[in-house]
């Protein structure tokens, strides 16, 4: 019987589960099948260089997750102008420092399906399988909240420690010029 990783994987998501269940018998049965070689979703480069910015607490959900299911981190810490942007086009409701981006470490980060095309923006479904991993790796200790779970505005991509104000006094504000000058550095503005 020839069994394949992405025939695997797909059945997991047609069935709709993401728990750890259905990986940990996914990867069992993969697992017998030793010439087979299995690949485990990394994160690139893109997401490697967000994830320096984030909270220890975030990227401790975020390697968890990675190990089951693949995405990209677009944005972790956000400067004046990348945060006055994305509200000035509706994908944020808060201002510079109403935001857990604006702060260093950052206490939120937003992420994609990967692959991805544009047309992912509108699939709800890539977005909450993703979530739903991030959900299922997190310890009560390191709760966190989805932006697709809020009732009035949906931020699909969006996560955030849970109470992320209590760490603003271990984490730092974030001036633009220092901000501006790493994501110009570090990557594109995700929003522009």
């Known amino acids: 019987m020839e069994l394949h990783i ?3 994987v797909r059945y997991c998501e047609n069935v709709g589960e993401r728990s750890r269940k259905s990986w940990y018998h996914a990867e069992k049965l993969l697992s017998s099948h030793k010439s ?3 690949d485990m979703p990394t994160f690139g480069a893109r997401s490697q260089k967000n994830l320096k910015c984030m909270h220890p607490l975030l990227r401790r959900v ?3 997750a990675i190990e089951h299911i693949n995405f990209t981190i677009i944005c972790s810490v956000r400067s004046k102008a990348d945060q006055d942007q994305a509200y000035n086009l ?3 409701r808060a ?3 109403q935001s857990p981006h604006n702060y260093f470490p950052s206490l939120a980060f937003d992420f994609i399906p990967y ?3 544009d047309e992912d923006w509108d699939d709800l479904a890539k977005f909450d399988a993703i979530a739903k991993v991030l959900k299922d790796v ?3 200790e390191v709760a966190i909240h989805w932006g697709g779970d809020w009732a009035t505005f949906k931020d699909t991509p969006h996560i955030e420690l849970q109470d992320w104000r209590k760490y603003i006094g271990k984490s730092y504000n974030i001036t633009s010029l220092v901000v501006s000058k790493y994501n110009s550095a570090v990557h594109p503005n995700p929003y522009a």
């Open 36 to 38: 087979e070689k299995i």
């Open 95 to 97: 201002h510079f420092g």
């Open 90 to 92: 509706k994908r944020s």
């Open 115 to 117: 692959p991805f095309t």
């Open 6 to 8: 992405e025939s695997t």
């Open 62 to 64: 975020a390697n968890a």
């Open 138 to 140: 997190a310890t009560p």
